[in-house]
């Protein structure tokens, strides 16, 4: 039964600043992986992971499920992990790209 706050106490608290965290971590490798091609490796994987905790957690806050205290952390979280998959995938093309030129 939902408290007058909103907040329900059976309600698993947020992972917003672990969440942040990996996001940051995510956005962080991927453009370094323009210049060092096996940060890309690790920022596409991990951006990805991020995306799916993020977008959960927050339809758990939607739903009242998960403490929506979070819920901004989370969202940036989301921010990075878009930005830091799309880093890691461009960088990925990239060196793609000047291996196989280097091969001709």
């Known amino acids: 039964m939902p408290q007058a706050s909103g907040l329900r106490r059976d309600g698993k608290p947020h992972r917003g ?7 940051t971590a995510s956005f ?7 210049c060092l091609a096996p ?8 951006g990805v992971v991020v995306l799916t905790l993020a977008d ?3 339809k758990r806050m939607a739903d009242g499920a998960v403490d ?3 819920q901004k952390l989370t969202v940036g979280a989301r921010g990075s ?3 830091g998959l799309g880093f890691g995938v461009f960088a990925l093309l990239l060196w793609a790209m000047i291996l ?5």
């Open 17 to 23: 600043p672990l969440l942040q965290y990996l996001g």
């Open 28 to 34: 962080v490798f991927g453009v370094a992986g323009l």
């Open 39 to 46: 940060l890309a490796l690790v920022a596409v994987p991990l």
């Open 56 to 58: 959960g957690d927050l």
């Open 68 to 70: 929506p205290r979070g």
């Open 81 to 83: 992990a878009i930005s």
């Open 100 to 104: 196989a030129s280097l091969q001709w």
